[in-house]
Nanobody, 123 residues
Framework: VQLVESGGGLVPPGGSLRLSCAAS????????MTWVRQAPGKGVEWVSS????????YYADSLKGRFTITRDNAKDMLYLQMNDLKTEDTAVYYC?????????????????WGPGTQATISS
């Protein structure tokens, strides 16, 4: 299994980022997928999950309306569109296999995860 995130960067508050996760070496469309994040000095926080077919999505309550998770099974890609970004969204963002929820506290709660991509929200 390989997962590689990209799309992070430095944006001002109110800006947007689109994160991507390229999946390979497994049957991507068999797996639900998740985005989690880890802010400096904090634990891992669940962000969003999507079922294998993409028809159902789930979000942390605090992020609903600003973040959108999607997937393209034809391209083995997972995405996270992040809008109206706030300084508290600054974190390393990871994609991972499996479904998550508010109980997530560690990357090891998932089967596989990528190296992460840094998103920094700052003026």
């Amino acid at each position: 299994v390989q997962l590689v995130e990209s799309g992070g960067g430095l944006v001002p508050p109110g800006g947007s980022l689109r994160l991507s996760c390229a999946a390979s070496e497994f049957t991507f469309d068999n797996y639900p997928m998740t985005w989690v994040r880890q802010a400096p000095g904090k634990g891992v926080e669940w962000v969003s999950s999507i079922v294998s077919g993409g028809e159902h999505t789930y979000y942390a309550d605090s992020l609903k309306g600003r973040f959108t998770i999607t997937r393209d099974n034809a391209k083995d890609m997972l995405y996270l569109q992040m809008n109206d970004l706030k300084t508290e969204d600054t974190a390393v963002y990871y994609c991972a296999t499996g479904l998550g929820g508010p109980w997530v506290t560690r990357l090891t709660d998932f089967g596989y995860w990528g190296p992460g991509t840094q998103a920094t929200i700052s003026s």
